[in-house]
C-alpha cells in the first residue's frame, strides 16, 4: 500500500485541474497580452480565476494578483509594502514560528534594507502572545505579518483578534497574513478579518506548483519588487503562467466544494491517529488537538528515534511523511517552530509530521499506525545512548 501523508507539503492534482493545464498549454497557448484571438482566450483564463478567487475570499477581482508561488507572495507583500511605507515608519513586526518565505524575507529587510523586525514569541501551543503584540507596536510599525495556520504543528492564529489590535492602534498598520495552509480548509474573509494582504499557493490545495496569488487591498500602496511589461497593473510584471492560473482557479473552486464534509472527514481522521499514535511509550503531540488546530495537520515526536531514521523506515513501507518544513530545504535542520513552542530537548529531532487530505482514507491510517507500531520500537533498540 502507498500512503501519501505529506499533503502541507504538497498535493496531488485534481485530475480535473490537469485536464485543464494541459489544455492550455497545448491549445488555448495564447499569450493574454497579444490582442488577436489568441490573447483573448487566454486572458479570459486569467480573469476567470481572479473572479473564482474573488468569490470566495470575497474581495474584489482587481484586488487578486498572481505570483510564482506562496514564497513569491509573502515577498511582495513584505518588500513592497515595507518599501512603499519606509517614509513613515521603518517597524515590522511577525511571529518567531513562521515560514521561512517570512522569516527570511523579514530577515533581508532587518540586515539588508535596515528595517526593525520584532519577532512575537509563541505560547506551548504554537499560537502567538497577543499581549506582545500590544506590547510591540509603536509610532513607527508599517506592517505585521501573521500566518493563518502553522505548516508545521497546525497551530491556528489568533488572526483576527491580531488585526483587532493591530488596527485599534493605528488604522494604517498593514495587516498580512500567509494562508498557504490555511486556504482551502477554512473560509477566509480577508475584509471582514482586518487583512490588508493574504497570500496562498496552488499546489496545496490539488492545483499546480508554480502558481499563487496575493489578495492586497486596494487602498495599500506596494512597491514592486519585479520590474518588466508592466503587467497585472504593474504590481507583478512578467507574462502571466496562464495554465498555472487556470489550475489554481479550478483547484480553488473544486476544494470550496463541499468544503465542510471534507473538513469534517479529516478531522476524524485526525482524531482516530492521534488515538492510535499516543499508545506508543514515550510519544507527545505537539501543539493544540481541537477544534483550535489545523484539521489536516499532525506533529509527532517518538522519542528515542531520530526524525530522519523514522521517516526512511516508513518510506521503505510506502509511507510519505515529513521531518518538518519541506519548503526549507531536504536537509534536515533541528526546527525553529518546535523550539518555539519550548518541546522537549528530545523530540527536537525526533518529531515527524503527518498530513493528510480529502483523498487520505481511513485504511491508510490504520496501515501508518501499524506501521508504526513495528517500527518504532525496533528503531529504539538501535538508538545511541
Same mark, same amino acid.
Given at each position: 500500500?502507498?500512503?501519501?501523508?505529506?499533503?502541507?507539503?504538497?498535493?496531488?492534482?485534481?485530475?480535473?485541474?490537469?485536464?485543464?493545464?494541459?489544455?492550455?498549454?497545448?491549445?488555448?497557448?495564447?499569450?493574454? $497580452?497579444?490582442?488577436?484571438?489568441?490573447?483573448?482566450?487566454?486572458?479570459?483564463?486569467?480573469?476567470?480565476?481572479?473572479?473564482?478567487?474573488?468569490? @470566495?475570499?470575497?474581495?474584489?477581482?482587481?484586488?487578486?494578483?498572481?505570483?510564482?508561488?506562496?514564497? =513569491?507572495?509573502?515577498?511582495?507583500?513584505?518588500?513592497?509594502?515595507?518599501?512603499?511605507?519606509?517614509?513613515? %515608519?521603518?517597524?515590522?513586526?511577525?511571529?518567531?514560528?513562521?515560514?521561512?518565505?517570512?522569516? &527570511?524575507?523579514?530577515?533581508?529587510?532587518? =540586515?539588508? =534594507?535596515?528595517?526593525?523586525?520584532?519577532?512575537?514569541?509563541?505560547?506551548?501551543?504554537?499560537?502567538?502572545?497577543?499581549?506582545?503584540?500590544?506590547?510591540?507596536?509603536?509610532?513607527?510599525?508599517?506592517?505585521?505579518?501573521?500566518?493563518?495556520? &502553522?505548516?508545521?504543528?497546525?497551530?491556528?492564529?489568533?488572526?483576527?483578534?491580531?488585526?483587532?489590535?493591530?488596527?485599534?492602534?493605528?488604522? +494604517?498598520?498593514?495587516?498580512?497574513?500567509?494562508?498557504?495552509?490555511?486556504?482551502? #480548509?477554512?473560509?477566509?474573509?480577508?475584509?471582514?478579518?482586518?487583512?490588508?494582504?493574504?497570500?496562498?499557493? %496552488?499546489?496545496?490545495?490539488?492545483?499546480?506548483?508554480?502558481?499563487?496569488?496575493?489578495?492586497?487591498?486596494?487602498?495599500?500602496?506596494?512597491?514592486?519588487?519585479?520590474?518588466?511589461?508592466?503587467?497585472?497593473?504593474?504590481?507583478?510584471?512578467?507574462?502571466?503562467?496562464?495554465?498555472?492560473?487556470?489550475?489554481?482557479?479550478?483547484?480553488?473552486?473544486?476544494?470550496?466544494?463541499?468544503?465542510?464534509?471534507?473538513?469534517?472527514?479529516?478531522?476524524?481522521?485526525?482524531?482516530?491517529?492521534?488515538?492510535?499514535?499516543? #499508545?506508543?511509550?514515550?510519544?507527545?503531540?505537539?501543539? @493544540?488537538?481541537?477544534?483550535? +488546530?489545523?484539521?489536516?495537520?499532525? $506533529?509527532?515526536?517518538?522519542?528515542?528515534?531520530?526524525?530522519?531514521?523514522?521517516?526512511?523506515?516508513?518510506?521503505?513501507?510506502?509511507?510519505?511523511?515529513? +521531518?518538518? $518544513?519541506?519548503?526549507?530545504?531536504?536537509?534536515?535542520?533541528? +526546527?525553529?517552530?518546535?523550539?518555539?513552542?519550548?518541546?522537549?530537548?528530545?523530540?527536537?529531532?525526533?518529531?515527524?509530521?503527518?498530513?493528510?487530505? =480529502?483523498?487520505?482514507?481511513?485504511?491508510?491510517?490504520?496501515?501508518?499506525?501499524?506501521?508504526?507500531?513495528?517500527?518504532?520500537?525496533?528503531?529504539?533498540?538501535?538508538?545511541?545512548?
Amino acid at each position: 500500500m502507498e500512503v501519501y501523508l505529506d499533503n502541507s507539503a504538497t498535493t496531488r492534482c485534481y485530475p480535473e485541474v490537469g485536464e485543464l493545464v494541459y489544455k492550455v498549454m497545448c491549445r488555448d497557448y495564447g499569450n493574454p $497580452s497579444s490582442m488577436h484571438r489568441k490573447g483573448v482566450e487566454a486572458e479570459h483564463y486569467v480573469k476567470e480565476s481572479k473572479e473564482i478567487l474573488a468569490r @470566495l475570499l470575497k474581495v474584489n477581482a482587481k484586488e487578486i494578483f498572481f505570483t510564482s508561488g506562496g514564497t =513569491e507572495s509573502d515577498n511582495l507583500a513584505l518588500i513592497g509594502t515595507a518599501r512603499a511605507a519606509r517614509r513613515s %515608519g521603518n517597524h515590522l513586526i511577525t511571529s518567531a514560528i513562521e515560514h521561512p518565505a517570512i522569516l &527570511n524575507t523579514m530577515r533581508h529587510l532587518e =540586515e539588508e =534594507e535596515g528595517f526593525r523586525v520584532t519577532y512575537l514569541p509563541v505560547d506551548a501551543n504554537g499560537q502567538i502572545k497577543l499581549e506582545a503584540l500590544r506590547d510591540a507596536l509603536c509610532k513607527d510599525t508599517v506592517l505585521v505579518s501573521v500566518m493563518y495556520v &502553522n505548516n508545521e504543528v497546525g497551530a491556528v492564529q489568533p488572526v483576527e483578534q491580531a488585526a483587532r489590535i493591530v488596527k485599534s492602534y493605528n488604522p +494604517s498598520i498593514l495587516f498580512h497574513t500567509d494562508a498557504v495552509q490555511g486556504f482551502g #480548509k477554512y473560509r477566509i474573509y480577508p475584509k471582514r478579518l482586518g487583512v490588508d494582504l493574504l497570500s496562498a499557493s %496552488g499546489h496545496k490545495i490539488h492545483g499546480p506548483k508554480g502558481i499563487g496569488f496575493l489578495y492586497i487591498n486596494e487602498r495599500v500602496k506596494i512597491t514592486p519588487i519585479v520590474y518588466g511589461g508592466e503587467q497585472q497593473k504593474n504590481v507583478r510584471s512578467g507574462t502571466e503562467n496562464v495554465p498555472g492560473i487556470a489550475g489554481i482557479g479550478l483547484a480553488s473552486k473544486m476544494i470550496y466544494q463541499d468544503l465542510d464534509m471534507k473538513v469534517a472527514l479529516m478531522r476524524e481522521l485526525k482524531e482516530h491517529f492521534l488515538e492510535g499514535v499516543t #499508545k506508543i511509550p514515550n510519544t507527545t503531540i505537539h501543539g @493544540l488537538t481541537d477544534e483550535n +488546530s489545523a484539521p489536516h495537520i499532525i $506533529s509527532v515526536g517518538f522519542a528515542g528515534v531520530r526524525s530522519e531514521v523514522l521517516l526512511h523506515a516508513l518510506e521503505e513501507k510506502g509511507i510519505y511523511v515529513s +521531518s518538518g $518544513s519541506a519548503c526549507a530545504s531536504n536537509h534536515p535542520a533541528v +526546527s525553529g517552530v518546535l523550539k518555539g513552542i519550548g518541546a522537549a530537548r528530545e523530540y527536537l529531532d525526533a518529531t515527524l509530521r503527518f498530513s493528510m487530505s =480529502e483523498f487520505t482514507t481511513k485504511e491508510e491510517i490504520d496501515y501508518t499506525l501499524e506501521t508504526l507500531y513495528n517500527c518504532v520500537p525496533v528503531l529504539r533498540k538501535f538508538t545511541r545512548r
